[in-house]
Structures are given as C-alpha cells and as structure tokens.
C-alpha cells in the first residue's frame, strides 16, 4: 500500500494540511485519535467514512515524513 494513492493534500482544505482521500479528516487527527488510545475499531465506528487503509495510510505517512526530517537535518 502507498499513502500516496490515500493521502491528498489541497490548498484550500483544513489549511493544506494532508487529508484523507480528499475529505475534511485529516493524517494529525488520526494519528491524534490513536496516540489518544483509541483502536482501529473505535476510529472505523466513530467515523464510517474511513477505512482500516486510511488510518494504516496515516502512519506510513508520517513515517515517511520523519524519515525526510531526520534525513535532511542529517544532510547539514
């Protein structure tokens, strides 16, 4: 799986902060939601919407994006 298919990210919506498939619900809510100890189940109950590969796209994103923080404070 790629968050890259998942993740969108428009100007205009929640302050160009990445989405989820072009909906209001963004990546730092749901990693917001999960870091809150909420499960899988709970986040899929609460918001229909979603599925399990939006929120496991949440966490490769963010992975990834620590991964280019570290690298490019790394490259100073």
Excluded: Q
Excluded at 30 to 57: Q, V
Aim: with cysteine.
């Amino acid at each position: 799986m790629s968050y890259k298919k998942i993740v969108t990210i428009e100007p205009d919506k929640r302050g160009g902060k990445p989405c989820i498939r072009r909906m209001r619900i963004t990546v730092y809510d749901i990693l917001g939601w999960l870091a809150a100890g909420m499960s899988f189940a709970e986040i899929l109950d609460d918001f229909p919407e979603l599925t399990e590969e939006d929120i496991k796209a949440s966490l490769e994103y963010a992975a990834d994006r620590e991964h280019r923080l570290v690298a490019m404070v790394g490259e100073n």
